[in-house]
């Protein structure tokens, strides 16, 4: 089956000048550039930065003001119909037909992504049922799975069809860590394959570990592009850790970006984001990627 056997082929998105004003005027997404190319690629911003915009774009449901965007070099204006046939799609509101069994959901999907053949899409159903964990759930009305169990069900009717491109929008949102854990190791699995599997969110723990490349989206404009490790380079000599009491601690949450706060007997332990502070008790720590994402959001809202 798909999971099992590597592709023959890459897949490429190629994105240029790509711009969306509303109706209303305002500038959703601002001369986007961006090559994706196979594996895991993380968009990460805030909300409002215009994420969704660019996703609704990309599965053709919204179209751009101005610029192009090709896949394999189909034409997204031209070729929707061809780049829909690619396509997986997990949008971050995933709604299900209230009177549809878990299974009966899937089998529909299934039909829409093409599989015709009703013995070949039982099997499919019942296969992708067990991946996600969801066999024994089978019978149960879709509406009344638990969150992380639809979401487990969403992205198994994304990739049901065995698309190309699987494009998934804050998809851990309202999740419990252990589900979120099964949901990011399930794309983690699928990543290893020739295919694209884009990830929409801004919780930056969604990507910190299976994301090989990543755009930081902020104001509708792309502000960071590259591998995780480059944008942590960023915040190397900015992140530090302190032991302060409570009052100290007030004024320090004032001035800086604190991105973890740990109690003790005396006072607090904290680390935060920020340039020289000039204290004796400050101790510069290697950054990660949360570290990284806020301080260059915070150097972002410096300009603004």
């Given amino acids: 089956m798909w999971l099992n056997q590597a592709k023959l082929f890459k897949v490429k998105i190629e994105i240029r000048g790509l711009n969306k004003i509303y109706p209303n005027g305002k500038q959703a997404l ?5 090559t ?3 594996g895991m690629f993380g968009l990460l911003g805030p909300n409002g930065a215009g994420k969704s915009s660019l996703i609704r774009i990309l599965v053709t449901l919204l179209l751009p003001s101005s610029g192009r965007v090709t896949v394999d070099r ?10 829909r046939q690619m396509l997986g799609y997990l949008p971050q509101d995933f709604r299900f037909f209230s009177k549809l069994k878990t299974w009966e959901f899937l089998d529909y999907a299934a039909g829409l992504a093409g599989i015709k053949n009703k013995t070949v899409r039982i099997a499919r159903v019942d296969e992708w049922l067990d991946k996600v964990g969801l066999f ?3 019978d149960r009305q879709a509406n009344n799975l638990s969150g992380g169990m639809k979401r487990r069900l969403g992205i198994a009717q994304a990739l049901i069809g065995e698309p190309r491109i699987i494009i998934v929008d804050e998809p851990t949102t309202g999740l419990d860590p252990e589900e979120r854990i099964r949901f990011r190791n399930i ?3 699928l990543s290893q394959k020739d295919i694209i599997i884009l990830l929409s969110t801004h919780i930056v723990g969604d990507i910190s570990s299976v994301c090989h490349d990543l755009a930081l989206l902020h104001n ?3 502000r960071f ?5 480059k944008l942590v380079e960023k915040a190397r000599g900015h992140v530090w850790q302190v032991f302060t009491t409570g009052t100290e601690y007030d004024l320090l949450k004032e001035k800086y970006a604190v991105t973890s706060t740990i109690p ?6 904290i680390q935060l984001v920020g340039e020289n502070l000039g204290m004796n008790t400050a101790l510069p720590i290697e950054p990660n990627l949360e570290h990284a994402y806020v301080y260059f959001m915070d150097s972002l809202s410096d300009l603004n």
């Fill in 136 to 138: 024994d759930a089978r």
């Fill in 264 to 269: 003790s007997s005396d006072g607090w332990e």
């Fill in 36 to 38: 994706i190319e196979n």
């Fill in 74 to 83: 189909l034409d997204l204006m031209k070729d929707r119909g061809m780049i």
């Fill in 220 to 222: 509708g404009m792309i």
């Fill in 225 to 229: 592009n590259g591998s995780p490790e």
């Fill in 30 to 34: 601002s001369e986007i550039n961006l």
């Fill in 187 to 189: 794309l983690s699995e």
